[in-house]
C-alpha cells in the first residue's frame, strides 16, 4: 500500500529487522521437541539467506515485483539443483 512505499528505509536496515524477527521466533520449534544443532551448512545458508534477501530487496526497488521474482527463482532453482547435484550427490 501507499503507507509502506512511503517509507524510505534502507534496504541492509529492512533485511536486520527481517532477520531480527526470524532470529526471535525460530526458536519456537524447541517447544514441539525439535533438538538444539548447529552446522556449519545451517550457518552457511544463514549468510546466503541474508545476503540474498538484502540483494531481493534492491532487486525490487531497482527493477520492479515481477522481473525480481521472476530472476530471483529461477537462479534458486538453478543454485539447488547444481548443489544437489555436485554437493549431496542427488
Same mark, same amino acid.
Given at each position: 500500500?501507499? *503507507? *509502506?512505499?512511503?517509507?524510505?528505509?534502507?534496504?541492509?536496515?529492512?533485511?536486520?529487522?527481517?532477520? *531480527?524477527?526470524?532470529?526471535?521466533t525460530c526458536w519456537m520449534v524447541l517447544l514441539l521437541g525439535e533438538e538444539f544443532t548447529f552446522t556449519p551448512i545451517g550457518i552457511f545458508s544463514g549468510f546466503l539467506w541474508i545476503s540474498g534477501g538484502t540483494?531481493?530487496?534492491?532487486?525490487?526497488?531497482? *527493477?520492479?515485483?515481477?522481473?525480481?521474482?521472476?530472476?530471483?527463482?529461477?537462479?534458486?532453482?538453478?543454485?539447488s539443483f547444481i548443489w544437489g547435484l555436485f554437493i549431496f550427490d542427488e
Open positions: 500500500g501507499r *503507507a *509502506a512505499t512511503s517509507v524510505d528505509v534502507d534496504p541492509l536496515v529492512f533485511q536486520t529487522y527481517k532477520t *531480527a524477527m526470524c532470529l526471535a540483494g531481493g530487496i534492491y532487486g525490487v526497488r531497482n *527493477a520492479g515485483l515481477a522481473i525480481s521474482v521472476g530472476i530471483w527463482s529461477g537462479l534458486t532453482v538453478l543454485i
